[in-house]
């Protein structure tokens, strides 16, 4: 007999009486997801960049400021900008660049509601082979065919080069920039936050089984299967449910 996965029924995505209380609960989910980074060792000096699209007013994000560590965001740290890189809320300051980047496909892309990006070691170093991850595993199937490759441009310095970034996405899920790293796209950023966590292990896996040998993969279509059984935005959303669970132990003041 064939398993077919069924969404859990214990846990779903909270509703809103309200765009303030939908933003509320956004901002509290973008803090915690930055102290996830941080706990996991994904924060480096001033890089890594989170954002939320704001409820109310699609042209504004919100995202974590330069200059604080990512284990002790807090929701009155983060920081609103438009899509030009004006900040509208909080002191901020935050990376240009890395706005640029989320800006531009925050603008291309109206389904996506978070972005992450983060310099993981070993999500940077398989960013530099220049190549989509395999089907190697059951974690790695999640990303079969929602994968862009970005090779140009190298390097985003402007509008113009953001918007090519934006294009080169195109409507895929998650993205390898070629010697950068990897962004993750989600409809909230619980799921955003689980598909980088999930990916970057995915480069762990990948590099280490290239290193002993030549790894097998899932056939095209058992790939496809998993994606559509592990990857939807609510096994995303519940997967980080159980993270957040885990790191309210040792950091009992996240919010959310």
Known sequence: MEIT?????TRRPPTFESREAERAHALARLAAACRVFGARGYSEGLLGHLTVRDPEFADRLW??????????????????????GA???GKGPVNPAGLLLHAAVHRAR?????MCHAHARAASTWSALG???????????????????????RLVRDADSA????????????????????FTTGQTIDE???????????????LGAEAAGRPATYAPEEARWIASTLGTPLF?????????????????????
Do not use: K
């Not at 200059?67 to 030009?84: C, F, I, K, T």
């Not at 109206?110 to 978070?114: C, H, I, L, N």
């Not at 190549?131 to 441009?153: H, K, N, S």
């Not at 995303?236 to 959310?256: H, N, T, Y």
């Open 131 to 153: 190549r989509v991850l395999d089907p190697i595993t059951q974690d790695a199937c999640v990303f079969y065919e929602r994968q862009a490759l970005i090779r140009e441009p």
């Open 5 to 9: 996965a069924r969404p859990f029924e």
């Open 63 to 84: 995202v974590n400021p330069i200059g604080v560590p990512m284990r002790q965001v807090q929701v009155a740290d983060l920081v609103q900008v438009n899509h030009d």
């Open 192 to 206: 955003a936050a689980w598909w980088f966590m999930q990916m970057n292990e995915c480069c762990v896996a990948q």
């Open 87 to 89: 900040i509208l809320a």
């Open 236 to 256: 995303g959303w519940l997967s980080f449910q159980s993270v957040l669970d885990d790191l309210r132990i040792s950091q009992p003041d996240i919010a959310g």
């Open 110 to 114: 109206p389904d996506v509601a978070a």
């Open 163 to 182: 918007t090519r970034f934006a294009a080169a996405f195109g409507s895929q899920r998650v993205a390898i920039h070629v010697n950068h790293g990897i």
